[in-house]
């Protein structure tokens, strides 16, 4: 599932050593948001600070991140993602790929993109699945036992500079 909780501070009293703490699980409406950081915050009269406590996305977020913005960029990650189909495995992988959320949004929206499901999660093996299941490259099927995939990957690599392969094993062909 697509969210992030986090944990939001005072930033006066953790400075000095005060940890009274509230827990606000992204996405959710704006006005939480408000009523969580007016509490903190003692209405605005100082700043705050959110630490990440618990989220799925490998997404590198700053203590200082302004909440508000982080919710509407995982409100449009959620939005674009039933647009486009795709799975949570993939939205996974372009975060980890971006570890930014506003930019793993614009990768999605300004480029094409395929994203392929891998067992070991090598270059190699995204080499053959290319190859025998989607048609990369001109190859007679009874040829493949003879082939070294890891030339293959190379080439891929050569005309592709835009491959990752995420640590879930999904890999992203971006052109």
Do not use: C
């Not at 992988?93 to 300004?110: H, P, S, T």
């Not at 070991?120 to 990369?136: C, D, F, N, Q, Y």
């Amino acid at each position: 599932m697509l969210e992030i909780k986090l944990f939001v501070v005072n930033a006066k009293e953790y400075v000095e050593g005060i940890w009274r703490s509230e827990t606000v699980t992204l996405p959710t409406d704006e006005k939480e948001i408000d009523e969580v950081i007016n509490r903190i915050t003692n209405d605005g009269e100082n700043n705050y600070l959110a630490f990440v406590h618990e989220t799925e996305l490998p997404v590198q977020i700053e203590n200082t991140a302004n909440i508000q913005q982080l919710n509407s960029a995982l409100k449009a990650l959620i939005e674009l993602q039933k647009e486009k189909q795709l799975s949570d495995e993939e939205i996974y992988a372009v975060v980890e790929y971006n570890l930014d959320l506003d930019e793993a949004i614009e990768a999605l929206e300004k480029y094409e993109y395929m994203f392929v499901k891998l067992e070991r999660g090598t270059m190699e093996e995204l080499a053959e699945v290319l190859v025998s299941e989607h048609g990369w490259f001109d190859i007679p099927a009874e040829l493949f036992r003879f082939i070294d995939w890891n030339l293959v990957a190379d080439e891929i690599l050569a005309n592709h500079n835009d491959v990752y392969i995420a640590n879930n094993n999904v890999a992203i062909i971006f052109w």
